[in-house]
Structures are given as C-alpha cells and as structure tokens.
C-alpha cells in the first residue's frame, strides 16, 4: 500500500471526526449544569465569607507554625534515619538494580493501562459523536440526551407509518 493510499484510507475514517463531535456534544451537556453550580455557589458565598471574616488571623498564624515546626521536625528525623543507615550498611547494588527494574516495569504497566483507557474513551466520544451527529442531521435514531444544531435537544422522531405489502395481481391468461 502506497503513501497516498494510506492518506486517503485515513482522510475517509470519519472516526476523529465523531470523537470530535462527541466531544462537543459532552461539553454541550456539562455547560447546562454550569448555571445550577453557579446558584448554589451563590447560596453558599455568603456563609463562607462570613466564616472567613470571623477567622482571627492569629489563629490561623498558630496552625501553620505549629504544622511547620511539626513537619520540621519530621524532616529531621528522617534525615537522620537515612543518614545512619548509609553508614551501618553498603548499598546492595543488586536489589538496587532489581528495584529499579521493577519500578521501570511498573511504569510500562501504568502506561499500557492509561493507553488502554484512553482508547476506550476515544471509542466512547466516536460512539457519541455519531450519535450527535444522526441528532444533528434530525435522523431519528438519535442518541438521548444529544443536542441538535440550534444547541436544543431533539424533540421524539415521529414514527413512520406502518405499511402493509402490495396485493398481488391475479395472472390473466393469455389472450
């Protein structure tokens, strides 16, 4: 197979394409939950200014020394933990080694599951954005909950009118 076969074979996948349109469509539904969080974010701001204002700032001042010192003195704890234990024991290069293999392969596991992950959602956002699509176009079997061109949500497909097949005709003999 050619370049330019290869190109074409790519330009002609509307798969990108849905992934996109699913994307949007997503976007679509999260923004109308936009104005709910922003009322009951208006509802709550008064409460927590209110807390904050009657917050004395020396209060504040005592917990964050207080947690400073405390994590200070962790630090210097554990400093000293690996400091001993440099000098009562040479580092054994071999479980180094294996250590940091096993992490190396670890990594190669995270990353195949995160590329797994997002090849599945890709396929969802395809899935998605044919759905939007055929909703789009006021094809009826719209996805539910797709919005339409005008940013609304499709009203029902009307349902098509059964039909009943054609009588047959009656061979005539020949004249």
């Known amino acids: 197979m050619t370049i330019t076969d290869d190109i074409v074979k790519s330009l002609r996948n509307p798969t990108p394409l849905y992934a996109v349109a699913g994307t949007a469509d997503l976007a679509a539904e999260k923004l109308r939950e936009v104005p709910a969080l922003i009322e009951k974010l208006k509802e709550q701001a008064p409460e927590h200014f209110e807390r904050i204002r009657t917050t004395d700032p020396k209060v504040v001042q005592g ?65 998605r954005g044919k759905g939007a699509f055929a909703s789009w176009r006021g094809e009826g079997g719209a996805k539910p909950g797709a919005i339409t061109a005008g940013g609304t949500k499709p009203a029902a497909a009307p349902k098509a009118p059964e039909r009943k097949p054609a009588a047959k005709k009656a061979d005539k003999p020949a004249e």
């Open 63 to 127: 917990r964050v020394t207080a947690g400073a010192k405390d994590a200070q003195a962790k630090l210097t704890e554990t400093y000293r933990e690996i400091d001993l234990k440099a000098f009562k024991e040479m580092p054994d290069f071999k479980k180094l080694g294996e250590s940091v293999q096993d992490l190396a392969l670890q990594s190669v596991g995270r990353a195949t599951g995160y590329a797994v992950k997002a090849r599945e959602t890709y396929d969802e956002l395809a899935v």
